[in-house]
């Protein structure tokens, strides 16, 4: 079974540090592409993070651009999120989701069940 | 960049259909064929139900259906069904920045 399974998430004081892990199974890691999608409690989904197979291609939304840092070791089929400089607006639920064709852009067909995130004091 | 747009909440009786539009913009909706639909019940993850703006995953029943015209895509449930209460965002290829952007969400209730 393709399956992802987010790992990582807790409660940070604002200004903390945090990195959620996500691992693969079921399928070839190194040969897709991935992202990190969050939900506020009760709100949408927000876009947050892509990496392409090699990081070769790597975006950030802007609310997380210069704080987040997205990574992958294709050895251990693990995607990572690297959180910094957090703040209350960063609580959320975080998915990782892989992409379902590859130059990415297309769509999200597989995502974990989310890792949550609360910052606050 | 703004989310793309949706109507807070969509309705019909089992058995009617419904369609919910996203309208987005001529950078995201309106420039790419990357419009993609997930169904999200309460505590779940998202789950794909429509890609590449009206094709459906292996396991997606053909009552939903996706199309787009513009900057305005939209999905449609056909023979409404108790399960298919949930919530529903669309999604679009955005380029580089954003990637993606999402749609800001439809509750869909089955009365």
């Known amino acids: 079974e393709e399956q992802l399974v987010e790992s990582g998430g807790g409660l940070v004081q604002p200004g903390g540090s945090l990195r959620l892990s996500c691992a693969a199974s079921g399928f070839i890691f190194s040969t897709y592409e991935f992202n990190w999608v969050r939900q506020a409690p009760g709100k949408g989904l927000e876009w947050i993070s892509y990496?392409?197979?090699?990081?070769?291609?790597?975006y950030y939304a802007d609310s997380v651009r210069g704080r987040f840092t997205v990574s992958r070791d294709n050895t251990q089929n693990l995607l990572y999120l690297q959180m910094s400089s957090l703040r209350a607006e960063d609580t959320a639920l975080y998915y990782c989701?892989?992409?379902?064709?590859?130059?990415?852009?297309?769509?999200?067909?597989?995502w974990g069940q989310g890792t949550m995130v609360t910052v606050s004091s | 960049q703004s989310a793309l747009t949706q109507p807070p909440s969509a309705s019909g009786s089992p058995g009617q259909s419904v369609t919910i539009s996203c309208t987005g913009t001529?950078?995201?909706?309106?420039?790419?064929?990357?419009v993609s639909w997930y169904q999200q019940h309460p505590g779940k993850a998202p789950k794909l139900i429509i890609y590449e703006v009206y094709k459906r995953p292996s396991g997606v029943p053909d009552r939903f259906s996706g199309s787009k015209s513009g900057n305005t895509a939209s999905l449609t449930v056909s023979g409404l069904q108790a399960e298919d209460e949930a919530d529903y965002y669309c999604c679009s290829h955005g380029g580089s920045n954003p990637f993606y952007v999402f749609g800001t969400g439809t509750k869909v209730t089955v009365l």
């Open positions: 990496i392409s197979d090699t990081e070769s291609a790597i």
């Open positions: 989701a892989r992409e379902k064709a590859a130059a990415g852009g297309d769509s999200l067909d597989i």
């Open positions: 001529s950078r995201d909706v309106g420039a790419y064929n990357f």
